[in-house]
């Protein structure tokens, strides 16, 4: 045979063969990028599986200090401040509400005396003491309004300070 006659067969020949290779090259290929993606997914996997792990550990140690933090003295001490500081407070306003109510109770019952009703007593009312101030008519009025400031539940004592004067 002569030259002429087997190049064509000869290109085929070299044809099949770089399309096999192509082919095994392109298999070749395609496992490699498939072991890839395999170990990038075990990777990921991985890393998710110890960030978990490590969230977990991370918040069982905050639950743990914040359990200590509430259990120390020092917040048991200033809760317990905070604590009275509220009673206190309260007992105050209480306390406001009660001299308010007795300075009322006390005005009302000396404004049903005939004698003093028309005078201008001044009342005022602290932790229960009633202080009385202004004039008063006469010695017996001035004692009367005292027994009336006591009279009103309530009050622990009177501080009598009404002046008797003469009437005009």
Do not use: H
Request: proline share 3%.
């Amino acid at each position: 045979m002569t030259l002429q006659k087997l190049k064509p067969a000869l290109a085929l020949c070299a044809a099949g063969a770089i399309l096999s290779l192509a082919a095994c090259s392109d298999q070749a290929s395609k496992q490699s990028a498939e072991r890839k993606v395999d170990s990038a997914v075990e990777k990921t996997q991985d890393a998710t599986v110890a960030a978990a792990r490590k969230a977990a550990e991370l918040a069982e140690k905050a639950r743990d200090n914040t359990k200590a933090y509430f259990e120390s003295p020092e917040v048991k001490r200033d809760v317990a401040a905070a604590k009275d500081a509220l009673k206190n407070a309260g007992d105050a306003l209480t306390a406001k509400t009660d001299d308010a109510a007795i300075t009322a109770s006390v005005t009302a019952a000396l404004a049903r005396d005939p004698e003093l009703s028309a005078r201008r007593i001044d009342v005022r009312t602290n932790a229960g003491t009633v202080q009385l101030a202004g004039p008063a008519p006469s010695t017996e009025a001035k004692a009367r309004a005292e027994t009336i400031a006591r009279a009103v539940k309530g009050v622990s004592s009177v501080d009598n300070r009404l002046e008797v004067t003469a009437a005009n």
